[in-house]
T-cell receptor, first 113, second 113 residues
Framework: NAGVTQTPKFQVLKTGQSMTLQCAQD?????MYWYRQDPGMGLRLIYYSASEGTTDKGEVPNGYNVSRLNKREFSLRLESAAPSQTSVYFC????????????FGPGTRLTVT | DAKTTQPTSMDCAEGRAANLPCNHS???????VYWYRQIHSQGPQYIIH???NNETNEMASLIITEDRKSSTLILPHATLRDTAVYYCIVRVGYNTNAGKSTFGDGTTLTVKP
């Protein structure tokens, strides 16, 4: 039981490049989330998916798109990366959207130059 | 969602109890208090949550005041591995908008030998 896994662990992009961050969970959870954490700051919600087939914006959705591929997988796409998107990205899942008991992945450290 | 206030940092001696306070004076009757922690560079980890009764699990105890305007997370015998940022979050526990969340800046707890 791996919990929540994220790939890649590290990534460096040039401004304007695109990339997709992958997240998968093996806990049969219905809800999944994407957060970003800037240096020395708390987490901010980018997007979430309450259940398979649904997605919704969080606090900071601009510049990102998401896809809930199936119940296990939730991807985050940066279409045209900007230096302001340099951050650590965490994926999380929970049994239900109503539950705040979330389980987090190890994070992806993204640098945009 | 209610706003929370936590001290920026705290120290605790190894083996002693660590008491982390959180003020949430605007909490509503249907909002829960959740605690998470984030050890350096890792994803956040769920610790405990409660509505109005005190709660205890294998990791910690949560004491909520009778008026629910503040709470304290207690780590009974702090170890060096408990050094982390601790986040207090107040959210409606059973609501489809529970996914819209922000963790804030938290309290940096340093456990010293």
């Amino acid at each position: 039981n791996a919990g929540v896994t994220q790939t890649p662990k590290f990534q460096v992009l040039k401004t304007g490049q695109s990339m997709t961050l992958q997240c998968a969970q093996d806990m049969n959870h219905n809800s999944m989330y994407w957060y970003r954490q800037d240096p020395g700051m708390g987490l901010r919600l980018i997007y979430y998916s309450a259940s398979e087939g649904t997605t919704d914006k969080g606090e900071v959705p601009n510049g990102y798109n998401v896809s809930r591929l199936n119940k296990r997988e939730f991807s985050l796409r940066l279409e045209s990366a900007a230096p302001s998107q340099t951050s650590v990205y965490f994926c999380a899942s929970s049994e239900l959207a109503v539950s705040y008991e979330q389980y987090f992945g190890p994070g992806t450290r993204l640098t945009v130059t | 969602d209610a706003k929370t206030t936590q001290p920026t940092s705290m120290d605790c001696a190894e083996g002693r109890a660590a008491n982390l306070p959180c003020n949430h004076s605007t909490i509503s009757g249907n909002e829960y208090v959740y605690w998470y922690r984030q050890i350096h560079s890792q994803g956040p980890q769920y610790i405990i949550h409660g509505l109005k009764n005190n709660e205890t699990n294998e990791m910690a105890s949560l004491i909520i005041t009778e008026d629910r305007k503040s709470s304290t997370l207690i780590l009974p015998h702090a170890t060096l591995r408990d050094t982390a940022v601790y986040y207090c979050i107040v959210r409606v526990g059973y609501n489809t908008n529970a996914g819209k969340s922000t963790f804030g800046d938290g309290t940096t707890l340093t456990v010293k030998p």
